[in-house]
């Protein structure tokens, strides 16, 4: 099985502090993973002064300010940008962000980011698919709040505008923070599989790691997931994402699903349980005393540990045979015992 990309989504959980964004990619260098992914816009050309937060960002972000206000309080500086490749550089993880206008997208591919993370919001934006196509080499693509039908549609936008078909990746998500479990629908995943014929990957926005994980087992080439230094912190994504110990266990398990998944998927004795096959399995032995010549009796043997005696698979050739010499109880019977 090849290696599971890991993007840990700092996005905007640094609060707009660049010691906090520098302490995330520590977390982040820590637990091991690939990316640590930020998120590159201005808010001015994001959202209007007059659109609605988000329940979620409501829920989890306790001042009354607008979207706006919000999302410009939460923007990194091209500066800090810098800061954060470098910092990242030093701590030998990957950096990562996502533009979400052109000007961004400009920015991120003009500093030497060349994997395109394109958020669920932008999955129905024509004229930004196709800036990523034209710039990106390779790219990965998240379709939270998208019918598969959408997903065709922005999937061939990118292919034609030059993305090749086996560096796109399309990540199964669900834009809700958190997700509930029964709104996962993990097995959406293997739709857009066997309908696109592309790779496939995982965005979670559900509490815990145990969804990730199962999407690895599933096959997930890559796994996308929000972390934090701390759930109870102010800002709009930190409830739904993993503090630091969290995020260590979900690349620790991915990692160990991994190795579970190499296997050749024949069914056989591995070699390091090979050593406890007699011991675990069990044989035929005498139960009763049997005298020589006597005939074995089903009353006259038993089955017991170890298992480096006649198979108990053979109590039907055993039984109805002469013995060849005396039998004391608890003998483990063997093919020379029998005429």
């Given at each position: 099985?090849?290696r599971t990309?890991?993007?840990?989504e700092?996005?905007?959980?640094h ?8 302490k ?8 091991g ?5 930020f998120q590159?816009?201005?808010a ?5 002064k007059k659109?609605k937060?988000?329940e979620?960002q ?19 500086s091209q500066?800090d940008?810098?800061?954060l490749i470098?910092?990242?550089k030093?701590k030998?993880v990957e950096?990562?962000?996502?533009g979400?206008?052109f000007?961004?997208v400009?920015?991120?591919y003009?500093?030497?980011v060349r994997?395109a993370k394109?958020?669920s919001g932008?999955?129905?934006n024509?004229p930004y ?5 034209d ?6 693509l998240?379709?939270?709040?998208a ?6 549609d922005a999937?061939e936008v990118?292919l ?5 078909r ?6 199964h ?7 509930p479990?029964s709104d ?10 066997k309908?696109l014929?592309?790779?496939?990957g995982?965005?979670d926005?559900?509490?815990?790691v145990e969804?990730?994980?199962?999407a ?6 890559v ?13 709009p994504d ?6 630091p110990?969290?995020?260590k266990?979900?690349v620790n398990s991915?990692?160990?699903i991994e190795?579970a998944?190499?296997g050749?998927?024949i069914?056989e004795?591995s070699n390091s ?8 399995r069990?044989s035929?032995h005498?139960?009763s005393?049997i ?6 009796t089903?009353?006259a043997?038993?089955?017991?540990r170890p298992?480096d005696?006649i198979s108990?698979m053979e109590w039907?050739?055993?039984i109805?045979?002469k013995v060849s010499?005396?039998?004391e109880p608890?003998h483990k019977?063997t ?5």
């Amino acid at each position: 099985m090849s290696r599971t990309l890991i993007i840990a989504e700092a996005g905007v959980n640094h609060n707009g502090d660049i010691r906090l964004a520098k302490k995330l990619i520590d977390v982040a260098a820590k637990a091991g993973v690939d990316y640590v992914k930020f998120q590159t816009f201005k808010a001015s050309k994001l959202v209007t002064k007059k659109a609605k937060r988000a329940e979620y960002q409501d829920t989890n972000t306790k001042n009354n300010d607008s979207q706006f206000e919000m999302l410009k309080k939460l923007e990194l500086s091209q500066e800090d940008h810098f800061h954060l490749i470098e910092y990242c550089k030093n701590k030998n993880v990957e950096f990562l962000s996502t533009g979400f206008d052109f000007d961004s997208v400009d920015f991120l591919y003009e500093i030497g980011v060349r994997l395109a993370k394109i958020p669920s919001g932008e999955i129905t934006n024509l004229p930004y698919l196709r800036k990523i196509a034209d710039l990106f080499p390779e790219v990965i693509l998240s379709t939270g709040m998208a019918d598969i039908k959408e997903i065709k549609d922005a999937v061939e936008v990118l292919l034609k505008g030059g993305v090749e078909r086996e560096k796109l990746t399309v990540l199964h998500c669900n834009t809700e923070y958190p997700t509930p479990m029964s709104d996962v629908n993990l097995k959406a995943m293997l739709h857009i599989k066997k309908e696109l014929g592309v790779n496939v990957g995982y965005s979670d926005h559900t509490l815990g790691v145990e969804v990730p994980i199962a999407a690895v087992a599933l096959g997930a080439k890559v796994i996308e997931k929000h972390f934090t230094l701390d759930r109870n912190m102010e800002g709009p994504d930190h409830k739904a994402s993993l503090e630091p110990d969290e995020l260590k266990l979900m690349v620790n398990s991915i990692r160990n699903i991994e190795k579970a998944l190499e296997g050749s998927g024949i069914k056989e004795p591995s070699n390091s349980e090979l050593k406890n096959k007699e011991i675990a399995r069990k044989s035929i032995h005498v139960k009763s005393t049997i005298k020589k010549n006597e005939l074995i009796t089903e009353d006259a043997i038993t089955v017991l540990r170890p298992g480096d005696g006649i198979s108990p698979m053979e109590w039907d050739k055993v039984i109805g045979k002469k013995v060849s010499k005396d039998l004391e109880p608890f003998h483990k019977l063997t093919w020379e015992d029998v005429l």
